[in-house]
């Protein structure tokens, strides 16, 4: 059973830095790629960024230069650090993973964390 589960979100002023932590169990962490995803109230869930396996990395234009993935695959963990950030970037955080397991596919999802950033 994949299970990622996010940490590090929290109330930060604007131009302020969080950095957010996703930990996998259940998969073969570095055989995936992992991303983040935000949802703000009353909005569509979308890609922030991506690293794949081999450690490349994919940015939503909205956070390039501020925000950088990256992974530990000794720690089974994905991080999402976020600098200069701005009250836009308010909204819950998720981590994904998607793949095949015993032929069935997956697409897991943690339980999100909040990041609020005041003006």
């Known amino acids: 059973q994949v299970q990622l589960v996010e940490s590090g979100g929290g109330l930060v002023q604007a131009g302020g830095s969080l950095r957010l932590s996703c930990a996998a169990s259940g998969i073969i962490f570095r055989r995936n790629a992992m991303g983040w995803y935000r949802q703000a109230p009353g909005k569509q869930r979308d890609l922030v960024a991506v690293i794949t396996s081999g450690g490349s990395t994919n940015y939503a234009d909205s956070v390039k230069g501020r925000f950088t993935i990256s992974r530990d695959n000794a720690r089974n963990t994905v991080y999402l650090q976020m600098n200069s950030l701005k009250p836009e970037d308010t909204a819950v955080y998720y981590c994904?993973?998607?793949?095949?397991?015993?032929?069935?596919?997956?697409?897991?999802w943690g339980q999100g964390t909040q990041v609020t950033v005041s003006s």
């Open positions: 994904n993973t998607k793949g095949v397991m015993e032929s069935t596919p997956y697409d897991s």
